[in-house]
Nanobody, 125 residues
Framework: QLQLVESEGGLVQAGGSLRLSCAAS????????MGWFRQAPGKEREFVAY????????YYGDFVKGRFTISRDNAQNIMYLQMNSLKPEDTADYYC??????????????????WGQGTQVTVSS
């Protein structure tokens, strides 16, 4: 089992920045890719970003447009999501997730094996 815990989100003004972290514990000896998803009220869970085990491959949702950066520190078992130029439409609950084995369709939340509890991000206009 792998346990994932996101850092606290928060309230930020439009144009501001916020960094989320996701700490992994438990089965950290296994190799796992990770991702961030978000879910706004009344909407489906949406792919935000993906990072491979090595960190050598990263992918982002189309809406990111260079504003977010995903990274990880395997020595510390932590993943980050740096979010810049935040917009009100970025308001959502953000979830980190991990998948074990071949990444496959990493944009699909069903591919992930472990999830954090989520953290709320609110961007005010």
């Amino acid at each position: 089992q792998l346990q994932l815990v996101e850092s606290e989100g928060g309230l930020v003004q439009a144009g501001g920045s916020l960094r989320l972290s996701c700490a992994a514990s438990g089965r950290t000896g296994s190799r796992y890719a990770m991702g961030w998803f978000r879910q706004a009220p009344g909407k489906e869970r949406e792919f935000v970003a993906y990072i491979s085990w090595s960190g050598g491959a990263t992918y982002y949702g189309d809406f990111v447009k260079g504003r977010f950066t995903i990274s990880r520190d395997n020595a510390q078992n932590i993943m980050y999501l740096q979010m810049n130029s935040l917009k009100p439409e970025d308001t959502a609950d953000y979830y980190c997730a991990a998948l074990v084995g071949a990444s496959g369709d990493f944009r699909n939340p069903d591919r992930y094996d472990y999830w954090g509890q989520g953290t709320q991000v609110t961007v005010s206009s």
